[in-house]
């Protein structure tokens, strides 16, 4: 599903892969994520044959003009990880809003591994 809005300019229409693309971006510029963990076998296969999907890792769900985020990452050894998350969740939270003018109902994150 996409997101939709109507202002001045006219009709506006974003993908959610767009958006998965715009949150992976950002999740990988905050201190402490090392990489973004792939939560589909596809984004797994897609790997194997060294191709980087797009947005893998990212699950966002639109509805009503509010888009959900999911995040699956894994964050970097010694870092406080309640710091490293809070961080993370307004980061995508004021980006995503700013950046496609629709609120950001909740950011859930995954921590699903660290690494050195």
């Known amino acids: ?31 402490g994520v090392v990489e973004l963990a792939s939560r589909r076998l596809s984004d797994s296969i897609m790997i194997l044959f060294n191709k980087e999907p797009l947005g893998k890792g990212v699950k966002i769900v ?14 970097k050894d010694g870092v406080n990880r309640e710091a490293v998350i809070e961080s993370l969740r307004s980061s995508v939270q004021y980006n995503v809003e700013h950046l ?8 859930i994150i995954h921590v699903v591994g660290v690494k050195l």
């Open 1 to 31: 599903m996409a997101l939709t809005t109507t202002n001045i300019y006219g009709n506006i229409n974003i993908s959610d892969q767009a958006v998965a693309i715009i949150v992976s971006r950002i999740t990988l510029d905050c201190y």
């Open 100 to 107: 496609t003018g629709m609120r950001v109902k909740s950011v």
């Open 62 to 75: 639109t509805m009503d003009n509010r888009i959900f985020v999911e995040l699956y990452v894994i964050l």
